[in-house]
């Protein structure tokens, strides 16, 4: 009955159908099964010569690969973060066997071996680059950066440093990462908290470094490749540092915008969904191969004169001179790409033209005579 069903309607999509069902009628030792077989087969067949065009779906493949690709690299990150999660999850269990000889401190040793992986990964694919190590103070330090889609940039610089300057960036990151089944033992072993004012400061005193985004995840779910900065009214790291009484390293990655990326057409659901719940849901996808260069600006010392108020604005200053000074705005990734082959330094631009990477500052709307008020893109209650 297949068989006759099969040289009915000749296709080429339809002869794969016809042998599968043929050998599942061959196989049926029952006519009931056979009957049911033969009947499936005649339906499915029917439904793909109607409404199935298979040169179509061929192309249809062809032409969306590529989107799903920029859309699977990002789970290449979330691979490595399990895969660092992993490390740190053996050497608990094996760190008698494994780290005698080695080390006396097995969470040591598991951070070195998860370093090695991220620097790995970070020169192979991005090139990464730091520049302006100099600038690091021997002491304790606040590390204030930019955050992009991912913060990609953080995970290769805590790995450099701690290889290669046996430096420990400690890192204050969203409660809703300690959340994630499985994360719990890499957060811990690389000392990233969900810090408060006076628990940050405490890390300080104890003479670590420590790294925070004052726009943090609103930053990477709603910014742009404008490069503008997205902190709103938020000055609790000025408040950790004049605390802390300690200098404040200002950080920016080159072209961390034009690795990953955020799908800018759902940002008006996904920024009410973010008000709602403080749930991250902004797509990701990215992860293209663009050179990555870690910009580290002068420390800026403790000032006991200054105010919350006036040391954030001097960082966002500072910040955004690195912005301007290294990143073309705005970003391009085709250019991204080819920085890795050859180094096209920015055009210097006139003083005169200020803060051309966007008119929107700490949330707040530059105008013509000097008056400030809320950026409108920020009138959503979200901090």
Known sequence: MVENQCKARPVKAYYI???LLKKLDSEA?????????????????????????????????????????????????IVLIYASSIIFHLYRLYRLRIVDGVHSDWRHAARLAVCALWDAHGWLWHGYDIRGFENIPDGPFLLIYYHGALPIDMYYFTARMLLFKRRLIHTVADRFLFKIPGWAALLEGLCV???????????????????????????????????????????????????AKVPIVPMFTQNV???????????????????????PLAPVYGGFPVKLVTHLGPAIPYDPALTPELLQKKVADAIENLVEEHQRVPGSILLALIERIHEMPKKSTAKSIAHTNGSCQNGIKKTDDSLSEKCESDKAKVS
């Not at 908290?193 to 790294?211: E, K, S, Y």
């Not at 034009?258 to 719940?277: D, K």
């Open 17 to 19: 159908m016809c042998d």
């Open 29 to 77: 030792t029952n006519d009931v099964v056979k009957l049911a077989t033969a009947v499936a087969g005649f339906y499915i067949g029917v439904f793909y010569l109607e409404y199935v065009d298979t040169e179509y779906s061929l192309w249809l493949t062809w032409f969306l690969t590529p989107v799903m690709v920029t859309f699977l690299l990002p789970a290449v990150i």
């Open 193 to 243: 908290i969900p810090g408060t004012v006076q628990t940050c400061a405490g890390v300080l005193r104890a003479g670590n470094p420590l790294a925070i985004s004052p726009g943090g995840v609103y930053e990477a779910q709603f910014g742009d490749h404008y490069y503008r900065l997205n902190w709103k009214s938020r000055i609790g790291f000025a408040k950790v540092a004049l605390e």
């Open 257 to 279: 915008r034009e690795a990953f990326r955020t799908v800018g057409w759902l940002r008006g659901i996904c920024l009410r969904i973010y008000a709602a719940t403080r749930v």
